[in-house]
């Protein structure tokens, strides 16, 4: 599950950063090494990850001897790097925060689109992209489907496993990131995507996705989006997918079953304001392989 998705959550951090001018990193200094380093770092930092992470990385570069631009310039060298590079920073973040066991930013039972979809369903082979701790993983395992989770935490899916055997009930985990997972081809009679940062509007992933399902299987998607009546300056600029009816349009492939684009509480919040007081953009799509 395991954001970002959904759930990276530096992403907003980073795309300031992206932004700035690379003035080089430091003399000597290779720019995977200055990767390795932050991360590094980042790994043995106390309690729930945030974003003041990068301003306090900023402090210490300057404390270690760099002069003020050339560590702004390898700040911006590291946001240049997430391009290539996240999937290593998001394992660290989602690793440390579910070894906090920390729920105020998530909740730990299962996605109520999710329990109201598979009440209609006969169990079958289910694949949950992201699982984090395994709790929509373990609601199907518990009605019988045959359940594989993939999440780039492996502390995420040692927490899911533990939970799936305190409920009698087995899964497949796997530690992989979504772009690394091998769907397959006609495997899975349903795909969760929710609260993921998997690039679900983008055509080369998503025929990735249509391709890995069974005729007649199940999509079903759940994120929040930004909202496009008020501003954010937390959450930045529209995205692509932000757009109304970005996600029936990325699926025309699919015959879309189920639609919504509402305002409610996430079951995820990765901004600082407080996930149960906030009315976020919630998406949700369900649609089936013709």
């Known amino acids: 599950m395991k954001l970002i998705s959904p759930k990276l959550q530096f992403a907003l951090a980073l795309l300031a950063l992206a932004s ?4 080089g990193a430091a003399p000597n200094d290779t720019e995977q090494q200055a990767w390795d380093d932050f991360v590094a770092w980042v790994k043995v930092q106390p309690g729930v990850p945030n974003r003041s992470e990068w301003q306090r990385y900023q402090e210490k570069l300057v404390a270690d ?97 533990e939970n799936a055997a305190a409920a009698g009930t087995k899964l497949t985990t796997v530690n992989k990131s979504f772009e690394e997972f091998d769907y397959g081809e006609a495997q899975w009679d349903l795909i969760c995507f929710i609260y993921t940062d998997a690039p679900v509007i983008d055509p080369v992933y998503v025929a990735r996705i249509i391709k890995a399902l069974k ?13 496009l009546d008020v501003e954010d300056p937390e ?43 906030l009315k976020l953009r919630i998406i949700r799509l369900l649609a089936e392989k013709r």
């Open 215 to 227: 005729p007649g299987g199940l999509l079903l998607i759940e994120r929040p989006h930004r909202r």
């Open 20 to 23: 700035a001018p690379v003035l």
């Open 65 to 161: 001897g760099f002069t003020a631009e050339a560590a702004g310039a390898r700040m911006g060298l590291l946001g240049k790097l997430r391009a290539t590079h996240g999937s290593d920073l998001g394992r660290v973040y989602f690793n440390r925060l579910y070894a906090a066991r920390d729920h105020s930013r998530f909740i730990a039972t299962p996605n109520t689109f999710l329990v109201d979809v598979a009440k209609t369903l006969q169990p079958g082979k289910a694949l949950d992209v992201a699982m984090g701790q395994g709790r929509n993983a373990v609601y199907l395992a518990a009605l019988g489907w045959d359940v594989t989770g993939v999440d780039l935490a492996d502390e995420g899916l040692r927490i899911a496993q």
């Open 235 to 277: 959450l930045g600029a529209l995205l692509p997918k932000d757009f109304p009816n970005a996600l029936p349009r990325a699926w025309d492939g699919l015959r879309i079953l189920r639609y919504e684009d509402l305002l409610g509480v996430s079951d995820w919040q990765q901004t600082s304001a407080n996930r149960e007081q």
